[in-house]
């Protein structure tokens, strides 16, 4: 063989060893969230669905999380324990409440059903017994305070023991709708929901709390009893200085454009779906219609990052 020929071999050579496609290792799954506990606090049965999704679903997707869902007010609309149908009106959107949890945890790990048994207790929590429920990694409570409404038709009365009249002090006290306790003042509330986060904090993981956000030019003309709850949550949030604070905004976000999409989208819309049944299957009103509709596929929030350490849980 001539040094030529064998130049040209070892270079077709290399060519050929340069043009063969090496087989491609396909990317891995994500790494696991780091552990962590986050709590979502809201006035009503509906709001975290329409405005803290797919941050609920998030916080309760993986085995190291829990999500612990806080809903302050019965969100009767002045119907108290009762209501125009054979389930109280309270009840039919907790029940709203508890199948969205139930979706959401079953789309996390559809690998076997869990059934619609949920653990069920009334707990004390600051001295007041308080209706808690667990399905997979998430935890609900419900504290069943008055709606800041009387609705009768398209007219809204305050109600005389409302959390804003709780917070300015025109309440002394506040009563459960059901009566199962009663709260004398505006501090035995914080104090109750404080309780309820170190109860729900878990040993080396992380804690993060979602509300809404009271900044007017951010969120205007939202709810009273949301932002009744965003100014007791955000005196909770000054005692764990280490938790972030996702400040959500709320009524305002339908004016915005929808910036949840992909499988996110398909959870926010199955996640209200499930909301919404549980209403119209214990005849009250459903609320898939266009008015709620709107908030589907739009969260926004700002995060202000921890401010220091907590004490251990």
């Given at each position: 063989m001539t040094m030529k020929r064998a130049l040209s071999l070892a270079l077709l050579t290399a060519l050929a060893g340069a043009c063969a496609t090496t087989p491609s290792t396909p990317p891995g799954p994500p790494p696991p969230s780091p552990p962590m506990v986050s709590i979502f606090t809201v006035a009503h049965q509906d709001d975290w669905q329409l405005f803290m999704n797919p941050d609920a679903y998030h916080g309760m997707d993986e085995p190291q999380e829990k999500a612990v869902f806080i809903h302050v007010t019965a969100g009767d609309a002045g119907a108290g324990a009762g209501g125009d149908g054979p389930v109280p009106y309270y009840l039919a959107r907790e029940e709203g409440a508890l199948r969205a949890v139930r979706f959401m945890a079953n789309a996390a790990d559809s690998t076997?059903?869990?059934?619609?048994?949920?653990?069920?207790?009334?707990v004390d929590r600051g001295g007041h017994g308080v209706q808690r429920y667990t399905y997979a990694n998430a935890v609900v409570y419900f504290l069943r305070l008055p709606d800041g409404n009387i609705v009768n038709g398209k007219v809204y009365t305050p109600h005389p023991e409302s959390l804003t009249r709780l917070r300015s002090g025109e309440a002394a006290t506040s009563g459960?709708?059901?009566?199962?306790?009663?709260?004398?003042g505006w501090q035995d509330l914080l104090d109750t929901l404080n309780d309820i986060v170190v109860a729900e904090r878990v040993a080396g993981s992380g804690l993060k709390l979602h509300i809404a956000e009271l900044d007017e030019e951010l969120n205007p003309l939202d709810h009273p009893d949301h932002r009744a709850v965003a100014f007791a949550m955000e005196d909770v949030a000054r005692r764990h200085p280490c938790s972030p604070i996702h400040r959500h905004l709320e009524y305002h976000t339908k004016t915005k454009p929808v910036n949840v999409t992909g499988t996110d989208y398909m959870i926010d819309v199955g996640t209200w779906a499930a909301t919404a049944s549980g209403l119209s299957d214990t005849y009250a009103k459903a609320t898939w219609e266009p008015e709620h509709n709107a908030w589907i596929g739009r969260n926004y929030f700002r995060v202000t990052p921890p401010a220091g350490p907590c004490p251990s849980p």
């Open positions: 076997i059903g869990k059934g619609v048994k949920m653990e069920s207790a009334m459960t709708v059901e009566q199962s306790a009663r709260y004398e």
